[in-house]
C-alpha cells in the first residue's frame, strides 16, 4: 500500500513539474506579414493565383484555380465561371480579356463576356504566354512559335521562325508592334512579330521567368535563380545586375522606367531605384508564396499568390 502510495506521489510530482516547465517554455510569436508604405492584402478564401492584370487603375483580372473580376482596383472581386486552370492572362485598352489555360487559348470582350475557346493546341503543344501592343495586334506563344493577330483575336497566324529552345515555359513582351522578346529556358529571343533572332543564352541555369522592357533598346530580365539581367542594346547583350536578396524561384518583374521597378518572388516584393543596381524589400508575406506582379502607373500595382493572397499598391 505505501508502494503504491509513493507512486501515485511520484506521478504527481511529476506532472506538476512537467507543468511547470510547459507554463515556462519560450513562447515563438506567430509570423506575420510586413507590408511598406501604400501596402494593403486581401485573402480569397481557396483560391491559388497565378497571374494578376488591370488594363486601368479599375478594372482587373485575378487568375489561377479561380477566375476573379474588380472594377474597383482590387478592393472587391467578382467570380467568373470558367472550367479550368487560368495560367497567363492579358487584356486589352478595350477590355478584351485573353486567358491562358493548359492547351489553349480563350477569351471575352465587353460585347460578348462569355468566356469562349479560341485556340486550342495539343498537350505537347502548350500556349504559355499571350501579349498585346494595342486593342488589335497580338501574340502568343505556343508549340515553341510565335503567332500573330492583327484583328484583335478573331484570326491567328503563324510566324516563319521557331524557337530554339525545349523549355515547356516561354514569356514575351513587346514595347511596339514591331520591337517585342521572348524569353524561354535559358534563351532570349529578339522578334520583331514575324522573325525570331538568333538567342542569347543567359548564365542562369534555373531558366527565365520574367522579361520586361522600357524601351527597344532597355530591357531587364528576372530568373529562378535571383539573378537580374539588363541590356542596354536591346537584347543584343546583357549584364548582370544585382541579384534579388534571398530570392530562389519563380521571379516576376516590372520596370516603370529604366531606374524604377519591382520584383516578387517567394515570399517577397522587392523595388529598385537605380536600375537593379540595388533592391529594397517593400512586402514580406508571412508564408503565402507570390506569383506575378502587374502595374498601371507608378502610384498602382498588384501582386497575386498562393492561398488566394492578393496584394494592392496604392498611392
Known amino acids: 500500500m505505501k508502494t503504491i502510495v509513493s507512486l501515485c506521489t511520484l506521478f504527481f510530482m511529476f506532472q506538476l513539474t512537467a507543468c511547470e516547465k510547459g507554463e ?22 481557396g483560391a491559388q493565383f497565378s497571374d494578376i492584370f488591370f488594363n486601368n487603375t479599375l478594372t482587373g483580372y485575378a487568375a489561377g484555380n479561380q477566375l476573379l473580376k474588380s472594377l474597383d482596383g482590387g478592393n472587391s472581386w467578382t467570380p467568373v465561371v470558367v472550367s479550368s486552370y487560368i495560367d497567363n492572362l492579358f487584356v486589352t485598352a478595350d477590355n478584351k480579356a485573353f486567358f491562358i489555360r493548359r492547351g489553349g487559348l480563350l477569351q471575352s470582350t465587353a460585347a460578348q463576356p462569355a468566356i469562349t475557346q479560341s485556340i486550342s493546341h495539343s498537350r505537347t503543344s502548350e500556349v504559355t504566354d499571350v501579349f498585346f501592343t494595342d486593342n488589335n495586334i497580338g501574340y502568343y506563344v505556343g508549340n515553341n512559335k510565335l503567332y ?16 530554339s529552345s525545349t523549355a515547356d515555359y516561354s514569356s514575351l513582351f ?13 534563351k532570349v529571343y529578339r522578334t520583331d512579330g514575324i522573325n525570331i533572332s538568333s538567342p542569347v543564352s543567359l548564365d542562369t541555369s534555373l531558366g527565365i521567368t520574367g522579361v520586361h522592357a522600357v524601351s527597344t533598346a532597355v530591357l531587364y530580365i528576372g530568373a529562378r535563380s535571383g539573378k537580374i539581367f539588363k541590356s542596354s542594346d536591346g537584347g543584343n547583350s546583357f549584364v548582370v545586375r544585382a541579384p534579388l536578396p534571398n530570392g530562389v524561384g519563380f521571379t516576376d518583374i516590372y520596370f516603370l522606367n529604366e531606374q524604377t521597378g519591382y520584383a516578387c518572388v517567394d515570399r517577397r516584393v522587392f523595388k529598385t531605384t537605380d536600375g537593379a543596381g540595388s533592391w529594397t524589400q517593400v512586402v514580406c508575406l508571412a508564408d503565402a508564396e507570390l506569383g506575378e506582379l502587374h502595374f498601371t502607373d507608378a502610384n498602382h500595382g498588384w501582386v497575386c499568390g498562393l492561398d488566394g493572397t492578393l496584394l494592392i499598391f496604392k498611392q
Open 24 to 45: 515556462n517554455a519560450p513562447v515563438v510569436p506567430p509570423k506575420v506579414d510586413s507590408l511598406g508604405v501604400g501596402w494593403s492584402k486581401r485573402v480569397i478564401e
Open 174 to 186: 513587346f514595347v511596339n508592334n514591331s520591337s517585342g522578346w521572348i524569353v524561354s529556358g535559358n
Open 148 to 163: 500573330k493577330t492583327i484583328d484583335g483575336g478573331s484570326t491567328w497566324g503563324q510566324g516563319t521562325a521557331q524557337l
